[in-house]
């Protein structure tokens, strides 16, 4: 199955940049849009509720004034990232901006809701929904998600534990549809490795945190620099689901990474930090396990630049000789 309009033709890499908690910020997600991959921005960053608003309209604002002034090289579209888990009091509130606003993408996570889908093929939208398994899969596409963002073993932040090479396998038994790959992507190999297993697109997260357009602390960007996939911790403590987070940041809250107690899933914590004050996501860093290919913090363009040279240097050496 193709992919639908709005991930043709604008992309200059099959790449979806993934929504990041505190980190995506507008000018993030123009940065990536301009470059020509699809940028994305958690609902929730924009605090207050209303704050919403003022982020769509200078997104859709400047990246029609790009467009108008680039006719023949339009800047890719981008996606609001809903949680739709019964935590989130402003999901109502955050689908009606998306709808006033038409967002071109919508990716839901942590639940499957029909309506959310609804409001948004009401406007021609498409919706994208997150999954850390085949079962989950199969119950979003059921209640009319028109992609699927698997996420496997090796993402940053709340991260599935399968293999991408069993997953983009056992969905595409069945699936035709829009499939992304989440998952260690920080090169452009990764980003044809993931279309060689399967999938139509690569969704890339922690790369981006060491842009200069990014909202993360100096600190953090440069931990993504210096850190490589031994500094990457796996726990469910700091939000009750599993995740992966950044080992110098888990020792500098004051915590042993390597003896973290569980945490509970009922609460949905999306604040606590355990027994300290820190806090997920701004004191305990996200993070995925392919941060050893980020050597520097860079421009989001440079970034997205590097990786298309990486993917046309991939292509070149599988063509036969």
Known sequence: MALPPVLQNTLSLPLVAAPMFIISNPELVIAQCKAGVVGSFPALNARPAAE???????????????????????????????????????????????????????????????????????????????????????????????????????????????????LVQEIREWFDGPLLLSGS???????????????????????????????AQQAYKQAIVDCDSADIV??????????????????AAGMDPDNLPDGDIASMNFGSGGDTDAKAWKDIWGCG?????????????????????????ARERLRPA
Request: hydrophobic content about 45%; proline content about 4%; aromatic content about 6%.
């Open 52 to 166: 919403l608003e003022v982020w769509l309209q200078r997104i859709t604002s400047d990246l029609a004034a790009y467009n108008q002034a680039n006719p023949d090289r339009p800047a890719a579209p981008f996606a609001v990232n809903q949680i739709v888990h019964g935590s989130n009091d402003r999901l109502q509130h955050d689908l009606e901006m998306c709808v006033k606003y038409k967002v071109p993408i919508v990716i839901t996570s942590l639940g499957a809701k029909e309506f959310v889908n609804e409001a948004v093929h009401s406007y021609g939208g498409i919706v994208l929904h997150d999954i850390i398994s085949d079962r989950f899969a199969r119950k979003a596409v059921a209640k009319g998600a028109d992609g699927l963002i698997a996420v496997a073993a090796g993402a940053g932040g709340h991260a599935g534990s399968i293999s991408p090479f069993a």
């Open 185 to 215: 992507i920080a090169t452009g190999g990764g980003i044809l490795a993931a279309q060689a297993m399967g999938a139509d697109l690569a969704y890339v997260g922690s790369a981006f945190i060491a842009t200069r357009e990014a909202n």
């Open 234 to 251: 796996n726990s469910n403590l700091f939000t009750g689901v599993h995740g992966n987070y950044l080992r110098p940041s888990i020792e």
């Open 289 to 313: 396990q392919g941060i050893s290919a980020v050597k520097a913090v860079l421009p989001t363009a440079d970034l997205v630049a590097r990786l298309a040279t990486e993917y046309r240097a």
